[in-house]
């Protein structure tokens, strides 16, 4: 229990999308084995956030006002549904008293560590993943390699497009096929890959189908959340 006598949850600062988040994705509420809370901040759409840098300062300020609200309703740490949000990690952590890891790319210390050799980061978007996004991670681009999934029309017109235009269904099976893909293109061309981190929070469905073809570790968001949710652990 936390300290106003509620089960402890984790708080999900979720993107306002249209398309449906399957379990897997970080902003679906199954995808944990414990509770979670997803709070949409209005108007993030994805244009909005996946670049490189931070949200312009209302959207941000949303975001910190909805981390703090998530704070004082109980939760005991925070994730969210984009990891392009890398670039405002230190102003919303700073603004609560809890954990706060609203990126996957915040792992790759983790995975460069256990896994000696170069990391691949399959991204939602290679253009916007550039050197301000990296830097917020601690990445030096020099030491991993990058695939995006813009390219993929069935991604990028489901996940990448505005809220309105977003596709509001998808196929599975085919966005599995589309994510193992750019993840073979990636390993092909980095024959030397150690592991491959998801930045992107629609990608961990798939995480079990990319290690089975490239037969190598996968990491992302899902992973640091059940990591913060056992570090607060009180029992």
């Not at 670039?87 to 919303?92: D, G, L, N, T, V």
């Not at 978007?125 to 029309?153: E, F, H, T």
């Amino acid at each position: 229990m936390n300290k106003q006598g509620l089960q402890p949850f984790i708080g999900i600062l979720a993107l306002d999308t249209s398309f449906p988040r399957i379990r897997g994705d970080v902003g679906c509420p199954d995808s944990y084995p414990f509770l979670s809370k997803v709070v949409i901040v209005n108007g993030a759409d994805s244009p909005a956030i996946v670049r490189d840098g931070e949200p312009d300062g209302a959207l941000l300020e949303r975001f910190i006002a909805a981390a703090i609200e998530l704070e004082r309703n109980g939760a005991c740490a925070i994730v969210s549904t984009c990891g392009f949000l890398v670039s405002a990690q230190r102003k919303i952590a700073d603004a609560v008293k809890i954990p706060v890891m609203l990126s996957g790319l915040s792992l790759y210390p983790v995975v460069a560590a256990s896994c000696p050799g170069r990391v691949g980061i399959l991204t939602a978007s290679r253009k916007a993943l550039g050197p301000n996004a990296l830097a917020a991670a601690g990445i030096d681009p020099k030491q991993v390699a990058i695939a995006g999934m813009d390219g993929a029309s069935v991604f990028a017109e489901t996940f990448l497009a505005t809220k309105q235009r977003q596709n509001t269904s998808f196929d599975r099976d085919s966005m599995e096929r589309a994510v193992c893909n750019a993840a073979l293109d990636l390993q092909k061309s980095e024959p030397d890959l150690s592991a491959i981190l998801l930045e992107c929070g629609n990608l961990p469905p798939y995480a079990p189908a990319i290690r089975k073809v490239t037969g190598l570790p996968v990491f992302h968001l899902l992973d640091a959340a059940a990591l913060l949710m056992a570090a607060n652990a009180k029992d």
